[in-house]
């Protein structure tokens, strides 16, 4: 296995700006980027301290990705330097695989599987800085 580390904590919210505030006044997160997505139907804060992250998605709509779910973890990273070789095995030892293949969208690489108790797990890859970009936006 390629798997390197805890990369990041998603969260699901009714409001990205409220949730951002907790997590920066009482665990000193600070702000490191704010996304709009509106083809995904989704509002992304993304907060860092001491190295980890947490992504902390807000649904713009009822109908979009996230749409209808309640706020809550959404999903959790881990780190690969060989996506490839990680779904290759998840998908060998009969993980409940999310995608039929590794998904891409801009530098990283990516594919979701599902836990015994539901909740999504997602294994990321970061392509070099010279890697061509593939993408969904």
Do not use: N, W
């Not at 801009?106 to 797990?121: D, I, N, Q, T």
Request: hydrophobic share 40%.
């Amino acid at each position: 296995m390629s798997i390197q580390k805890l990369d990041h904590v998603s969260i699901l919210s009714a409001s990205a700006e409220k949730t951002a505030a907790f997590y920066q006044e009482f665990l000193g997160f600070e702000p490191a980027e704010k996304r709009e997505l509106p083809k995904l139907g989704m509002r992304i804060c993304d907060l860092k301290a001491r190295g980890d992250f947490i992504e902390i998605i807000e649904p713009l709509a009822k109908e979009g990705k996230e749409g209808g779910r309640e706020g809550g973890l959404k999903h959790v990273a881990f780190r690969s330097d060989d996506i490839e070789a990680d779904f290759a095995a998840f998908k060998q030892k009969g993980a409940d695989m999310v995608h039929p293949e590794v998904q891409r969208q801009g530098r990283a690489a990516f594919f979701f599987v599902r836990s015994p108790s539901g909740e999504l797990v997602e294994v990321i890859e970061y392509l070099p800085s010279d890697a061509p970009l593939d993408g969904m936006f």
